[in-house]
């Protein structure tokens, strides 16, 4: 079974500060996706990794697939409180499969 | 366009009455996901369908939970009898096929507690 560990489980940083939180697996994905996810709705799609070693960016926001397509991570430059929210990471099993699977998320909390 | 539909968003009941729950995918989508979260388990898959035929159902706890997906647009999670350790928020979720990397769009769940 492919396991995708995410840590910190909970982080409180203050409006303007940059974090990085991570994403890690022992298996190899055909490709990595990182949702957010608010209290009371499901998640929402930021970004699809695909090829070992690329880095996409998203405003504020950079998310980098390592290059054996094992890891990835997401970093915030000048966090905002609009950046609350739960942020998941999927790992693509591909090869003719759908099923993603998913971290346990880690909670981010941005003090104003 | 409109988003995954589900219904309804909560729902009590007792233990051992039936619950269904209800989902409605995106338009034009051919894969649909149930989902459980937890607190402890986070989000786990339960079933997926592939153009209305279901796929894989590793994820199905017990002979308890069974899903339908009848025709393109409606799918449907029973549980029969329901159990406390079945409150849990469920989420449906569709991808199109073929689209890269199967990006999945989730809905706003449903919110079901077993008392």
């Known amino acids: 079974t492919q396991l995708l560990e995410q840590s910190p489980q909970f982080l409180s940083i203050q409006e303007g500060e940059n974090l990085t939180v991570y994403c890690n697996s022992s298996s190899v994905f055909s490709s990595l996706q990182w949702y957010r996810q608010e209290p009371g709705e499901g998640p929402v799609l930021l970004v699809t990794v695909v090829t070992g070693g690329e880095v996409k960016k998203l405003k504020r926001l950079t998310f980098q697939f390592g290059d054996a397509r094992k890891d990835s991570s997401l970093h915030i430059t000048a966090a905002q409180p609009g950046d609350t929210g739960l942020y998941l990471c999927a790992g693509a099993e591909g090869w003719g499969s759908e099923k993603l699977v998913f971290g346990k998320g880690t909670k981010l909390t941005v003090n104003p | ?115």
Not at chain 2, 65 to 89: C, G, H, W, Y
């Open chain 2, 1 to 115: 366009d409109a988003g995954v539909i589900q219904s309804p968003r909560h729902e009590v009941t007792e233990m051992g009455q039936e619950v269904t729950l209800r989902c409605k995918p995106i338009s034009g989508h051919n894969s649909l996901f149930w989902y459980r979260q937890t607190m402890m388990r986070g989000l786990e898959l339960l079933i997926y369908f592939n153009n209305n035929v279901p796929i894989d159902d590793s994820g199905m706890p017990e002979d308890r939970f069974s899903a339908k997906m009848p025709n393109a647009s409606f799918s449907t999670l029973k549980i029969q009898p329901s159990e406390p350790r079945d409150s849990a928020v469920y989420f449906c979720a569709s991808s199109l096929e073929g689209l890269a990397a199967y990006e999945q769009y989730f809905g706003p769940g449903t919110r079901l507690t077993v008392t």
